[in-house]
C-alpha cells in the first residue's frame, strides 16, 4: 500500500494563479482532511471530508476550496494564490471513529501523506 | 483561537536524558489526545494516545500522563535518543468527531 500520496511535492506560484493539490488514499478511508503547517502555529485544519461527495470548513478555510468527487482522492484549490498561503500543505486520511473500524488503541489514526511545500511570490 | 497550548517551543536533552513536553487545553468535551512525532521533510506520524479514562499511558521509551482536572497532558521521553530528535505535536479532538487541534509543536534535540 503506498498510504497517503499528495502532488505535487512542491510548487512556486506568482500572487493571484491558481492551483490544486491532489491527495490520494489507498487505505479505503471514509475521513480526509488538509492541513497547513506554518512555524509556531502548529497544524490546521483548513477543510476535510467525512464520505465522498461531501466537504465542511476547518478552521482556516479561506482562500480554499476542495472536492471529493471519488472516496479515495481529496483535492485542494487555491483560487487567486496569495503570499499568506505560502506553507506546507499536509493531507492525512482516516476511518470514520464512529464507526468502530480501526478504533482501540489507536482510535480514529490520521495518516499524513509527505507534504506539498507551496511558495506564493 | 488556541485550544491547545503545547510547551516548550523547543527543547535540546543530552543522550539518556528525559525529554518532557507539555500541553493544556480549554475545551472539556475533549476526549482523545495523540502525540504525533514529525521528522524533518516527512508528513507527522501517530506515537501514542491516551482517552481520559487512565492517568498514564506508557509505550516503551514514551509515556503520557494525562491530569483531567488540569486539563493538561504531557509527553515523557525516557532514555532519549538522537535518533528521536524531531518535532512532537501534541493534539486533541472529540473522539467521535475526528477533527483534531494540534499544539504548536516543539523541536526536540536530542545531543549525543
Known amino acids: 500500500n503506498a498510504g497517503v500520496t499528495q502532488t505535487p511535492k512542491f510548487r512556486v506560484l506568482k500572487t493571484g494563479q491558481s492551483m490544486t493539490l491532489l491527495c490520494a488514499q489507498d487505505?479505503?478511508?471514509?475521513?480526509m482532511y488538509w492541513y497547513r503547517q506554518d512555524p509556531g502555529m502548529g497544524l490546521r485544519l483548513i477543510h476535510y471530508?467525512?464520505?465522498?461527495?461531501?466537504?465542511a470548513k476547518g478552521e482556516v478555510p479561506d482562500g480554499y476550496n476542495v472536492s471529493r468527487l471519488k472516496k479515495q482522492n481529496f483535492l485542494l484549490g487555491l483560487e487567486s494564490a496569495a503570499p499568506s498561503q505560502t506553507s506546507v500543505y499536509f493531507c492525512?486520511?482516516?476511518?470514520?471513529?464512529?464507526?468502530?473500524?480501526?478504533?482501540?488503541?489507536?482510535?480514529?489514526?490520521?495518516?499524513f501523506g509527505p507534504g506539498t511545500r507551496l511558495t506564493v511570490l | 483561537q488556541q485550544q491547545v497550548k503545547q510547551s516548550p517551543q523547543s527543547l535540546i536533552v543530552q543522550k539518556g536524558g528525559i525529554s518532557i513536553i507539555n500541553c493544556a487545553y480549554e475545551?472539556?468535551?475533549?476526549?482523545?489526545f495523540p502525540w504525533y512525532q514529525q521528522f524533518p521533510g516527512k508528513g507527522p506520524a501517530l506515537l501514542i494516545a491516551?482517552?481520559?479514562?487512565?492517568s498514564e499511558k506508557k509505550e516503551g521509551r514514551f509515556t503520557i500522563s494525562f491530569n483531567k482536572s488540569a486539563k493538561q497532558f504531557s509527553l515523557h521521553i525516557m532514555d532519549s535518543q538522537p535518533g528521536d530528535s524531531a518535532t512532537y505535536f501534541c493534539?486533541?479532538?472529540?473522539?467521535?468527531?475526528?477533527?483534531?487541534?494540534f499544539g504548536q509543536g516543539t523541536e526536540l534535540s536530542v545531543k549525543p
Open positions: 491516551i482517552r481520559p479514562d487512565v
Open positions: 471530508s467525512v464520505g465522498e461527495g461531501t466537504t
Open positions: 492525512a486520511s482516516s476511518y470514520d471513529p464512529r464507526t468502530g473500524v480501526g478504533s482501540g488503541a489507536l482510535g480514529d489514526t490520521q495518516y
Open positions: 493534539a486533541a479532538s472529540i473522539w467521535s468527531v475526528g477533527k483534531l487541534i
Open positions: 487505505m479505503n478511508h471514509e475521513y
Open positions: 475545551n472539556t468535551a475533549f476526549d482523545y
